[in-house]
């Protein structure tokens, strides 16, 4: 039940395990391997639970067949991925705290005020129309901004591509989530449901362009793990190795 | 007068050093805003064909002229394909060279698509190493911008891209990714690789 502002302390104690746990599950990070491209000591579970997730992905979104109905017509999907976004936005805001950035905590506390009222339920999100854009973060960027190493390179069974970080960082926002400390059953069932429901629907509206990556492979475990990793690093503002044309031994 | 003359050539020759000190290692014939102007032509023109309507099939045939006028698709290929081109067949490397101008037209045209009903705008160009960085945000319906960053460079008095940036997703490094995994399921034949790319991407 929203409205219960007063925190229990079990629910302190519990912040303070987490704490702890995330604090043993950072140091315990695996360290990169000199000279190698990817931190990616674990490849081959990771590749057998890759080749388990594409057999679950195919089962549930067609394989990048055409003919695949959708979950949900696009409009209602849409809705129901703004307010599983929307519902996501004060542990955005926490975060941008925890990393003491101002700015984009102040965006999401705004976001979270205007979409939830005028966006009806988060369902529009009339925030972005007025400029205010999403400033997603998680747990896992706070780590990296506290000065936790990334670790290695994870494919997680149904949830994929993460880091020994970022999977820390997950784990870490499960449980300081102020709407899950706010909110109890059945709210809190709903509120996760929702999210799920998100995730599901995002993969169908961006059906296109991870089929390409996950069907139309020569490798999909590798192509899945630099594009994730490049892209994390880009979000987390981590500097890119360049690639110098002049430098290329076989194409000049 | 005389004392002027020094002084100002003095001045010139000075800020001429300081400019040398600013650029790259290379001497660049380009210039930031050559690279910046040459990506505003090819994004105009992409911009030109998601808008107009065409079909998916003239669509990719436009998407692979815009490729072939902007990009350098030879380097780009011959990049992706690393050592084993060294060592390949002149026939079998012209026609590897061939079929990736036409996959890498589909396969990112593809991704084009989907910018129908939005837009790309640059933003910024700067040096970068020995090369040109035009910075670049997609505006694309109901989804917050994203960046798009051009690699660009001149070679053989020609102004061309070789990268493209996508949320710091590197274009070339996945298709050095994508055309390795292809060549070792193909023991490394280079011109198996060829025939199989007429129908990728």
Partial sequence: MIGNSLIDTTRVRR??????????????????????????????????????????????????????????????????????????????ALNSLLQFRLKPALTNTLRFAINSTLGIGGIFDPASEMGLYAEETDFGETL??????????????????TTERDLAGTVVDAVIDPLGLLTEAPESTYITGIKLAGKVLKRQKYGDAVDSVIYDSADSYAQMRLIYLQNRHFELGIEADVIDPYEDPYAN | MPTDLTRRSTLGLLSAAAFAAVLPGRALALNTAEARELIERAIGEVNAVISSGKSETQMYAEFERIFERYADTRFIALSALGPAGRTASKADLEAYIKAFKGYIARKYGKRF??????????????????????????????????????HVFEKNGKRLFFNIIIEGVNMLAAERTEIGAMLDRRRGDVGALARDLLRAG
């Fill in chain 1, 15 to 92: 912040l303070g395990l987490v704490a702890m746990v995330s604090a043993l599950l950072v140091s315990g990070c695996t360290r990169p391997q000199p000279g190698a491209e990817f931190n990616d000591p674990f490849e081959e579970q990771n590749r057998a639970v890759h080749a388990e997730n594409v057999a679950l992905d195919r089962t549930l979104f067609g394989g990048g067949r055409k003919d695949k109905k959708p979950f949900l017509p696009e409009p209602v999907a849409d809705g129901l991925i703004n307010v599983a976004e929307n519902l996501g936005t004060p542990s955005d």
């Fill in chain 2, 113 to 150: 698509r989907e910018f129908i009903g939005g837009r790309i705008e640059v933003v910024d160009a700067h040096p970068l190493k020995s090369f040109y960085e035009v910075r670049s945000v997609a505006h694309l319906r109901g989804e917050a911008p994203f960046q798009v960053d051009w």
């Fill in chain 1, 144 to 161: 990296h901004v506290w000065g936790a190493p990334e670790g290695a390179f994870l494919v997680l069974p149904v949830m994929g591509p």
